[in-house]
């Protein structure tokens, strides 16, 4: 079978599944082949061998279980860097890079940061590598993630910045730990809502997931304790869910965070909300 056939048969098998069956085939045997989507494309006529062919096919048989692209890949790049992933960790999105582009225009060199509910370790690994001498805590409540996290840390070379702890929050955290900024993309997802959520969704972690009845449950907890971690005059950043942003701004604020503000994403929708400390709070 040629290139160019296997493409046509495994997004056959995936138009049920997918948007673009056919990007996702070219994906697959690229990843198949450890080359790239252009190899395939311009190699369309080249003859594939049986056991490249085998693998390919138990790949998208693998997709059409409504299994994540990322998680059967075991890989997802954000913020231009390579993570790994599995259905352990939340599958990063694009969305929140804005999260992490707004810390870094607001971090100062020789930061410390907290990011709470690491998973991947995407967001705290990307303010390492692109902040000037930042260094952090990524606390987390799943060991398997915790596992992930410092893989991608050691993968992108800055493991030497980032401390990781098990933590529900901040419960184990040293006491005297202060931080410029507290980071968190928490579960926002209303319990009611999760089984309406497209199936490969519910593939990922439900602990990355559930935000409680309102979707607010993570917010309120981490607002709750803020202060006594972050410095004077220190940041916390939220990803909030759709119509999420005036709910939780509300909380900042009568937690007496200021200086508050809320970032759309390229849709237009608000996606980041972020305070400052109240100097006497």
């Known amino acids: 079978m040629k290139v160019y056939e296997a493409v046509l048969a495994g997004a056959e098998m995936l138009k049920s599944v997918c948007e673009n069956p056919r990007f996702e085939s070219e ?15 311009i190699n369309r006529d080249t003859d594939l061998k049986e056991e490249d062919l085998k693998h390919f096919f138990g790949l998208i ?20 860097l390579e993570f ?58 799943s060991n398997d993630a915790l596992a992930i996290a410092k893989k991608n840390a050691k993968r992108n070379a800055v493991d030497g910045k980032i401390k990781f702890i098990k933590s529900d929050l901040y419960s184990s955290l040293p006491d005297e730990a202060e931080f410029d900024f507290i980071i968190s993309n928490p579960p926002y997802i209303r319990s009611k809502d999760i089984e309406k959520l497209q199936e490969e969704v519910q593939k990922e972690p439900l602990i ?17 304790d803020a202060g006594k971690h972050l410095k004077a005059d220190g940041y916390i950043a939220f990803e909030v869910g759709y119509n999420q942003a005036g709910e939780v701004k509300d ?19 608000d996606r980041v909300v972020i305070g400052k400390r109240e100097l006497f709070s």
Do not use: H, W
């Open 251 to 269: 909380l900042l604020k009568n937690a007496n965070f200021f200086s508050l503000e809320v970032i759309k994403d390229l849709q237009g929708i």
């Open 61 to 80: 048989s693998e997709r059409k279980k409504n299994i994540p692209y990322q998680y059967i890949v075991g890989k997802k790049c954000f913020m231009g």
């Open 208 to 224: 990355a997931l559930d935000g409680g009845k309102d979707g607010l449950l993570f917010y309120r907890r981490i607002i709750k």
């Open 84 to 141: 790994e992933v599995s259905p352990a960790v939340l599958i990063p999105r694009p969305e929140t890079e804005i999260l992490v582009e707004e810390v870094l225009k607001r971090l100062k060199p020789n930061s410390r940061f907290l990011d709470i509910g690491t998973g991947s370790g995407a967001i705290a690994v990307s303010i390492a590598k692109y902040s000037i001498n930042s260094k952090g805590y990524a606390v987390d409540i």
């Open 27 to 41: 994906l697959f045997l690229a990843f198949t082949l450890d080359t790239d989507r252009r190899y395939i494309i």
